[in-house]
């Protein structure tokens, strides 16, 4: 970020620190002198009527000799002639202002921050610069502070560029920074949320710098619901392995969240995230077996084996031992789930019909699954409706059905989690296209 910016700086100085030539040259001729030969730039500001500078002084800052100095990188040259000039007794306001400039032009060309900043407050503060010249003056200075790591007059200046030039936007991101540089992380917050709302008003898409700031905000300020929300973000505009892992692990751990819920979490991950851990891999298929979804148990398993995660290392033997479990029950399944149907038919809840129903989903038999949930659904009778809803809502997504996923999705209410993992899925399912918003690197 600081490389950046000096770099706009440095831009920004070049444009305006030698525009004092034609100035200076329509003062020359006020004072009695020959202009020099050179005409002024096209659509520049002539002086006012009456600033003019003295003879002698124009002597020894003629732009057309300070700028030749300038190119020919003799910059103790162009200071002995600004300090010969200052020494000149009874300077006026505008012959100040005259130097501030060359100052401002030798400042830029040697990086001397000590000598712009001062000479840039004073010129603009001179009141003979056009409207415009003032808002790049005041936008080169505020900058300076940025750079000096000034961070309380970095957002004095920034703001006051907004004021003046009524583009409170062009800035903003700076002064937000300039809150978080200085450690104000709660009037950083406030203002990257408000930003975040507003884009979500205008269904504006917020920049992955900001949500990275916010993130940053959480940490800096030991605030978890803060840092969540953003991670949330960036899962659903810029998604990586990293934040679907690191957001799923934090809502998890969210006070109130059902431990019923464990699996659906770990479903998640598993779709969204190309690879997960070992211990993930092998915690989901665990969870899988003990909640009667061999079938589920042996895709996961399958796919950690062939990602090269399993059957590695320590654990080898307890993944292989593992693995045969879920093959012989996903057999089993294959050959019984049927005759589970009549049983689960004549319950006077739905849970056997939501759980058998879900069996299938994992199997492959999408149609007839989500057949049977909707049907257990509607008994009733169910401990856990919304975890039932939600299942239902992600047996879509498997299916592929993305329309009746996100009506199913939108429809799961529950507070331990439920309507959490809703909102995730819901997130995965109108994910960015791939490259479509590479993100970018965190500052």
């Known amino acids: 970020m600081s490389q950046f910016r000096f770099a706009r700086l440095s831009l920004l100085l070049a444009a305006i620190g030698l525009n004092l030539a034609p100035a200076l040259m329509s003062t020359a001729a006020a004072a009695g002198q020959t202009a020099p030969a050179t005409p002024p730039a096209a659509g520049a500001p002539a002086a006012p009527p009456g600033n ?75 009141g003979f610069l056009t409207p415009k010249e003032k808002g790049d003056f005041i936008q080169a200075l505020a900058n300076y502070y940025y750079n000096a790591k000034d961070y309380p007059h970095a957002i004095t200046w920034f703001t006051r560029y907004g004021t003046e030039t009524g583009d409170t936007a062009k800035e903003r991101t700076y002064i937000i920074r300039s809150y978080f540089f200085s450690g104000d992380m709660d009037k950083a917050k406030a203002e990257l949320l408000a930003d975040l709302k507003a884009d979500e008003a205008a269904g504006k898409q917020p920049s992955i710098e900001s949500l990275q700031l916010l993130a940053n905000t959480g940490i800096k300020g030991k605030d978890k619901p803060t840092y969540l929300i953003a991670l949330e973000q960036l899962v659903k505009y810029y998604p990586t392995d990293d934040y679907w892992t690191d957001m799923l692990s934090r809502a998890q751990g969210k006070q109130g969240v059902s431990n019923s819920l464990e699996l659906d979490y770990y479903r998640l991950e598993f779709t969204a995230v190309k690879t997960i851990s070992a211990d993930d891999y092998s915690n989901m298929a665990e969870l899988d077996l003990q909640a009667g979804f061999p079938t589920e148990a042996k895709k996961v398993l399958d796919a950690g084996y062939a990602a090269g995660v399993l059957g590695t290392g320590a654990n080898a033997a307890k993944h292989k031992q593992l693995r045969d479990k879920a ?37 492959g038999q999408y149609d007839k699954g989500i057949d049977l949930m909707q049907k257990g659904i509607a008994k ?64």
Do not use: C
């Open 52 to 126: 003019s500078v003295r003879p002698e002084l124009f002597k020894l800052i003629d732009p057309t000799a300070i700028a030749a100095l300038l190119q020919a990188k003799n910059y103790p040259e162009v200071q002995a002639h600004i300090d010969q000039a200052a020494a000149l007794p009874n300077l006026t306001p505008y012959e100040n202002f005259v130097l501030n400039r060359m100052r401002i032009s030798l400042a830029s060309a040697t990086s001397n921050t000590a000598m712009a900043m001062p000479a840039l407050e004073s010129v603009i503060e001179s």
């Open 327 to 363: 093959n012989k029950g996903a057999a089993d399944d294959a050959k019984n789930i049927a005759s589970g149907e009549a049983s689960a038919a004549k319950l006077k809840d739905g849970v056997g019909q939501v759980n058998l129903g879900f069996a299938y989903v994992t199997m």
């Open 380 to 443: 009733g009778g169910l401990k856990r409706p919304e975890d039932a809803k939600l299942r239902l809502g992600v047996a879509y997504v498997l299916a592929g059905r993305k329309d009746e996923a996100l009506k199913a999705l939108a429809d799961v209410k529950g507070t331990e989690g439920q309507s959490d993992l809703a909102r995730y899925w819901t997130f995965y399912l109108n994910r960015p296209a791939p490259g479509a918003a590479a993100p970018a690197a965190a500052n």
